[in-house]
């Protein structure tokens, strides 16, 4: 089989995981909006989401052996396109028209995309200085975008999108280093950039938690962007990644951006909020919260108590 099919195949599944750890992960913060990490570790919810993301992530693993970063993080952007219909049957509702042209349209700019994308399985890898360099530059970016202040579920998107983008290309270092069997498995480079990885991957799943408090639809949006530009510039800047097709190849990949771009907008604003779902989904809690405005607002509508015989009529 093609070594670019088997990437594409992989990275597939590996969206359709992403896309229900994704969703996971939003529910959860919408159910529990001011939950810290240590309360998260005793989740049980909380963990399916890991397991999840952990499944993902493998797959993207085995995806980068056989294809590169300009093919296989695209395909990040079905995560969203997976999404959808995963959050919208959670939510017991339907797909709406903007959400299916979203779809469309994503899938056409992802296609116009891995035409030009397309090519040999990788075989540069980021050196150690590289990596040292490329880490460094992505934690500065991340600390800005992480820092406090108001409304931080898109920074917290962005940097997550950013820190996974990166990851994926040090895993891309790491799995080819260890395979091409040129060098020591146990080597520091190795072990370093695997630390890295961890690192990276670790900082992402836990600032996409945080972004999933604002919904499930903008944020995820901002990381499904986020993640294949942070990941194709450093494909194309230091592993001589390129793009197939000369100039025409370049104008038609931008429009595929452009397209995919717009259809993830579409998705994004398309996508349902928690709350809704909350009380949809829970609709005893729903009245019962009106209880103590209801309890309250009785006594004023009473007669006040009277001394004398008047107290006994009846009303």
């Known amino acids: 089989m093609n070594a670019t099919l088997v990437a594409v195949v992989l990275s597939l599944f590996s969206a359709v995981a ?45 995806a980068l052996k056989y294809g590169p ?41 992802l296609a116009a995309i891995l035409v030009t994308a397309s090519g040999p399985a990788p075989e540069d890898v980021l050196s150690g200085p590289e990596a040292v360099a490329v880490a460094g530059a992505t934690a500065a970016l991340i600390g800005l975008l992480a820092r406090r202040g108001a409304r931080p579920g898109l920074r917290h998107a962005t940097a997550s999108g950013f820190a996974s983008g990166v990851a994926s290309a040090l895993t891309q270092t790491v799995t080819v280093a260890a395979t091409d069997r040129s060098g020591s498995l146990l080597s ?3 072990i370093g950039v695997a630390l890295l990885v961890a690192a990276f991957a670790t900082g992402g799943l836990l600032l996409s938690q945080t972004a999933y408090r604002d919904g499930l639809g903008a944020p995820l949006a901002m990381v499904t962007l986020a993640n294949p530009v942070a990941a194709a510039a450093i494909g194309l800047a230091l592993l001589g990644e390129r793009l197939q097709g000369g100039l025409a190849g370049i104008l038609l990949a931008l429009a595929g951006a452009a397209l995919a771009g717009r259809g993830v907008v579409l998705l994004s604003r398309a996508a349902p909020q928690p709350a809704a779902d909350a009380e949809a989904e ?14 309250s607002a009785e006594p004023a509508l009473l007669p006040r ?11």
């Open 188 to 190: 520091m480079q190795v």
């Open 18 to 62: 992403y896309a229900a750890a994704a969703v996971a992960q939003e529910r959860l913060a919408a159910r529990h909006p001011g939950s810290g990490l240590v309360r998260l570790l005793g989740n049980g919810a909380w963990w399916c989401s890991v397991g999840l993301n952990a499944a993902a992530a493998l797959l993207h693993v085995v």
């Open 305 to 315: 108590p009277t001394t004398g015989p008047e107290h006994l009529t009846p009303l």
């Open 282 to 295: 829970h609709p005893v809690a729903a009245v019962l919260a009106l209880l103590p405005e209801t309890a």
């Open 69 to 109: 970063l300009t093919v296989v993080q695209p395909l990040g952007a079905l995560t969203l396109v997976a999404a959808v219909p995963m959050g919208a049957r959670a939510a017991g509702r339907r797909v709406d028209a903007a959400e299916w042209r979203g779809t469309a349209l994503t899938l056409a700019g």
